[in-house]
């Protein structure tokens, strides 16, 4: 089974020297990652792609349309010579295989054929085979921006992207290799392939956006862990005997359970996800710039709007902004965890949403005021439902069948209320919780200020009071 992928290279490109440089790669050894401040250029790419480490001293390192060994200096200079040195100066693509399915030989092969496939007509390409780790084997790709034929830039588009797949998953099948096949879900427990067939979110739909979210606030791997562990993840790299672990995984925070890299999808593999935190690429998958136009789009189209005041018009827009980060999970650079909670379970939200704007509440003292007379309204009705239900039991025993029916539909009655009058409490619960952590936070706190201030007031007016009465004594 081979993934694919590829993403532009923009400008200078830092650090993508220090992740070449760092060969454990892990959590272990930060000491190793040498931060560089000036340009980089093309050449740091391809000696990324081709260090001898992973590799196996250049085994595995070919060159289509130039030579790998001097790559840099050719592909400059066909840039040179059409005079397009600036903009996106290569493309970062890659190939990894399944498994234990593949030999070092057989991947590379693979990747040359798909890059002469995909690119040779026109363009130079560096592929590298990388075997650093036998879990893993995977094959990189460093193409050219320029055509040596007629100086046009190449542009990668959906449809590129569509037949990278494509040719790949045709090799593969010729060499009797798997592919990923629609509705895959290994791994996977029933809940949560049934809530993404459904469109809902999931904790690793959750954890592929924040996941993004600190690729694209990160150019080194000390800060793309800083960032996640920052918004609450925890990232296991050790077995509890203090093995390094070969497939490393991690939590978000309110999880049951810790998540491998290798089984959130396609393109995260932690190798896959570090390469482009050091190239600093600041790639969305699967395409940023077409799903920023997407946001842009939907955002015209649907505006928040609504007529609601204070507390209840901030749940709206809080409610609406959590619905951004499930439909362009890139949208939101900095996603709070309590809004990463609110997102899995995203019924509840829309139910407190509602609960508001059905009573029109917009500030704290109404939300109280409201769940006061809410519990009143419960123990009212739950004591008649009490009284009617040894009611019941006498009717029964007088077999009076007219006044059993009354009060059975009496009861049921009460019953759907009181279950409607709970449902209402924990909407409130969960308001009060999440206004005062996210939410009204401000605002709240600014009335509970107030409150601390008139009860100031009133203490040292009573204060005065008390020392005037005493002076008069």
Request: charged fraction near 35%; glycine fraction near 4%; include cysteine.
């Amino acid at each position: 089974m081979a993934t694919t992928s590829i993403w532009r290279i923009r400008g200078p490109i830092a650090g993508v020297i220090n992740y070449a440089e760092n060969e454990e790669k892990t959590r272990a050894s930060p000491s190793d990652v040498i931060i560089r401040k000036e340009p980089e250029t093309i050449d740091k790419l391809i000696a990324y792609a081709g260090r001898e480490e992973a590799t196996n001293q250049r085994q595995f390192v070919t060159g289509i349309n130039c030579n790998p060994e001097r790559a840099t200096i050719e592909m400059n200079a066909v840039k040179q010579k059409f005079g397009k040195t600036d903009g996106t100066i290569a493309y970062h693509g890659y190939q990894s295989f399944r498994e234990g399915e593949v030999t070092p030989e057989q991947a590379h092969q693979i990747g040359i054929r798909l890059a002469n496939e995909l690119w040779g007509s026109r363009y130079q390409v560096v592929v590298a085979t990388h075997l650093d780790k036998r879990s893993h084997i995977h094959s990189h790709f460093i193409v050219n921006t320029v055509s040596f034929v007629d100086g046009i830039k190449y542009r990668r588009t959906k449809e590129d992207y569509r037949r990278m797949r494509m040719v790949s998953d045709r090799l593969c099948r010729e060499e009797n290799l798997s592919v990923i096949r629609r509705g895959e879900h290994k791994g996977k427990h029933y809940s949560e392939w049934a809530a993404e067939q459904e469109g809902k979110p999931t904790y690793r739909s959750m954890i592929r956006a924040d996941i993004e979210r600190a690729v694209a606030a990160s150019v080194t791997e000390d800060e793309f862990y800083d960032y996640l562990e920052e918004i609450g993840y925890e990232l296991k790299f050790y077995s509890a005997k203090g093995k390094l672990l070969e497939r490393p995984s991690l939590k978000p925070k309110g999880a049951d359970r810790f998540f491998r890299f290798d089984r959130l999808g396609e393109n995260y593999y932690l190798e896959d996800i570090l390469a482009r935190v050091v190239t600093n690429t600041r790639r969305m998958l699967p395409f940023p710039e077409e799903e920023q136009k997407a946001f842009a789009r939907y955002y015209k189209e649907n505006p928040p709007k609504t007529e609601e005041k204070g507390l209840a018009r901030d749940y709206y827009f809080y409610a609406y902004k959590a619905r951004v980060a499930i439909k362009f999970p890139f949208a939101i650079q900095v996603l709070p965890q309590s809004m990463r909670e609110d997102i899995i379970k995203l019924d509840k939200l829309d139910q407190d949403v509602r609960f508001l704007a059905k009573y029109h509440i917009k500030t704290y003292d109404e939300l109280k005021e409201k769940w006061e007379e809410i519990k009143e309204n419960l123990q009212l009705f739950t004591e008649e439902r009490n009284r009617l239900r040894t009611d019941l039991k006498r009717y029964l025993r007088q077999n009076d069948e007219t006044a059993a029916e009354d009060t059975r539909k009496r009861i049921g009655y009460l019953s759907e209320e009181i279950t409607k009058l709970r449902s209402e409490i924990k909407s409130c619960d969960r308001v009060e919780k999440r206004s005062i952590a996210s939410i009204g936070g401000k605002n709240s706190q600014k009335q509970a200020n107030q409150k601390r201030e008139e009860k100031s007031t009133n203490l040292a007016d009573m204060s005065a009071k008390s020392d005037n009465s005493l002076e008069e004594r």
